[in-house]
T-cell receptor, first 115, second 113 residues
């Protein structure tokens, strides 16, 4: 079955540091890949996505590239801010049609950014 | 822009009671998904509906049932509640075909005491 593995956290950084959160996946076919962010007490917000190999998703300074050869979708940001503190989930959707929202999530990575 | 609306936001129930969670999708979205997120866990897919028919089923306990109504809102019914059912329940909606994104509501936090 489908699975997503994220780097174990939590991650603690100083403001303006470089961020990488690793994500690898196992899936049948050609999944779509996503990064969701969850702020304390809030729901899940889509941060970025990529739907085919070599696509790069980007948003709010975050980037991730769909690497089929390494089955990875690592999240990066060049300079983090305190406001980026949240839980980040890597996810995949392996079926189209009526199942685009049927997501398999990684275990989540807690990011804390200190001033 | 309109988002996915879930109600109630918080719910406290006793063991063996029943609970009903409601989800109102984004207008013109015809697909609804339910997820359960336990404390410190990743969201787990429970069930989905497309055009009022069940389209997929995940790890939903037999004590739970759900349906989608003619106005596309959905309800998750939970009976014989157990302490382990305490979790954040998310609803998401999307509008296939061709749409690769599901939009999530803010969730209902269910506490079973």
């Amino acid at each position: 079955g489908d699975s997503v593995t994220q780097m174990e956290g939590p991650v603690t950084l100083s403001e303006e540091a470089f961020l990488t959160i690793n994500c690898t996946y196992t899936a049948t076919g050609y999944p779509s890949l996503f990064w969701y962010v969850q702020y304390p007490g809030e729901g899940l917000q889509l941060l970025l996505k990529a739907t085919k190999a070599d696509d790069k998703g980007s948003n709010k300074g975050f980037e991730a590239t769909y690497r089929k050869e390494t089955t990875s979708f690592h999240l990066e940001k060049g300079s983090v801010q305190v406001s980026d503190s949240a839980v980040y989930f890597c996810a995949l959707s392996s079926a189209g049609g009526t199942s685009y929202g049927k997501l398999t999530f990684g275990q989540g990575t807690i990011l804390t950014v200190h001033p | 822009a309109a988002g996915v609306i879930q109600s109630p936001r918080h719910l406290i129930k006793e063991k063996r009671e029943t609970a009903t969670l409601k989800c109102y999708p984004i207008p013109r979205h015809d697909t609804v998904y339910w997820y359960q997120q336990g404390p410190g866990q990743d969201p787990q897919f429970l069930i989905s509906f497309y055009e009022k028919m069940q389209s997929d089923k995940g790890s939903i306990p037999d004590r739970f049932s759900a349906q989608q109504f003619s106005d596309y809102h959905s309800e998750l019914n939970m009976s014989s509640l157990e302490l382990g059912d305490s979790a954040l329940y998310f609803c998401a909606s999307s509008s296939p075909p061709g749409n690769t994104e599901a939009f999530f509501g803010q969730g209902t936090r269910l506490t079973v005491v």
